[in-house]
DNA sequence: GCCAACGTTGGC
DNA sequence: GCCAACGTTGGC
């Protein structure tokens, strides 16, 4: 069971608009880079992810979950991109920051912290469990 | 709003 | 196959 982190830019898709989806879910369209593609291809039914706030609030706002497995980007006209649909599962109590992160010596190594730029990142399974506890979430 | 870091493109 | 030029992302 692998985990992982979903970036947006709130005003281009937030967590409330993902919230709204329900149970159905959402494409996670518009993804133009081969390695975020490649995290999204490994992704198994079911898998969580964190639900991360960038460029504005640069905070970890909820936990996802993978509702489809890698099909074609229904808003590519180019067949290399291919995306996952998700769904929320919960919002954090308390959202955890990307200054929280830098600052726990335990998350030196995440990639949120080391890799600005990657907008699908995996996350390993004690990152998740410091990241919950940062935001006195339920991880499971 | 600025700019560093990174990824991609395309000429050679 | 190299690398300069360019475009984009995202923290600050």
């Known amino acids: 069971m692998a985990y992982w982190l979903f970036k947006s830019e709130a005003e281009v898709w937030s967590w409330d608009q993902q919230v709204a989806k329900g149970e159905t879910g959402e494409e996670w369209d ?8 490649n995290n999204m291809r ?28 890698a099909h074609p980007d229904s808003k590519a006209n180019d067949p290399r991109w291919e995306c996952v649909d998700i769904k929320a599962v919960r919002p954090f109590k308390t959202p955890v920051t990307l200054a929280m992160c830098k600052e726990d010596a335990r998350l030196k190594d995440m990639v949120l912290v080391n890799n600005s730029r990657l907008s699908v990142q995996p996350v390993t399974d004690e ?14």
Request: charge should be negative.
């Open 30 to 37: 518009g993804v133009r880079n081969y390695q975020a593609r």
């Open 42 to 69: 490994s992704m198994k039914l079911g898998e969580r992810g964190f639900f991360y706030h960038s460029r504005k609030e640069t905070e970890i706002v909820g936990i996802v979950e993978v509702c489809a497995e």
């Open 127 to 140: 990152e998740w469990k410091i990241v919950c506890e940062l935001g006195e979430t339920d991880p499971s």
